[in-house]
């Protein structure tokens, strides 16, 4: 089940640590990305992404690039982005831990599956760990 392209002004995409780490590394999938934010941010569109997943990319800057790099994204870069930091209650933290118990998924990728679901939105990304539960939760394949 392939996600639909950026031009479904309608819907709502949710970004996993693959895609922003992509846009900020200009790798494979930095336009449909960067196409994803500006359309984002010209209209209003919602771009989100979980707090769990934000941390996992400060995470993964923080190991490649260093400490302060990382806090620079952090405090300056992801600020100016037009993405919506979503937090988790208990109950979406058990709702990850539901998808880990039946899908071989990182727990960062779990968090990704259950926001998209809760919010209804398409995942962005070009992890092929999402290929396991692409008949659970719409995916849009960044990378060709």
């Known amino acids: 089940m392939s996600g639909e392209r950026i031009g479904n002004v309608n819907q709502k995409r949710l970004l996993d640590s693959f895609a ?5 590394n200009r790798e494979s999938g930095f336009e449909i990305i960067k196409s994803a934010l500006a359309k984002a941010q010209k ?3 919602f771009l989100g992404m979980n707090e769990i997943n934000i941390g996992e ?12 790099k990382a806090d ?7 600020p100016g982005l037009p993405i919506t930091a979503l937090a988790n209650d208990f109950q979406q933290v058990i709702d990850a831990a539901r998808i ?10 779990c968090f990704a599956v259950a926001t998209a679901r809760r919010e209804s939105a398409t ?3 070009g992890d092929p760990e999402f290929k396991k539960i692409e008949h659970f939760v ?5 990378l060709s």
């Open 138 to 142: 719409e995916v849009e394949w960044i």
């Open 43 to 45: 209209s209003g569109i």
């Open 100 to 109: 880990k118990a039946e899908y071989s998924l990182s727990f960062a990728d």
């Open 20 to 24: 922003l780490l992509a846009y900020l």
């Open 72 to 78: 620079y994204f952090l405090e300056n870069v992801l």
């Open 57 to 68: 990319s400060y995470h993964i800057l923080f190991r490649k690039r260093g400490k302060e």
């Open 123 to 125: 995942i962005m990304t």
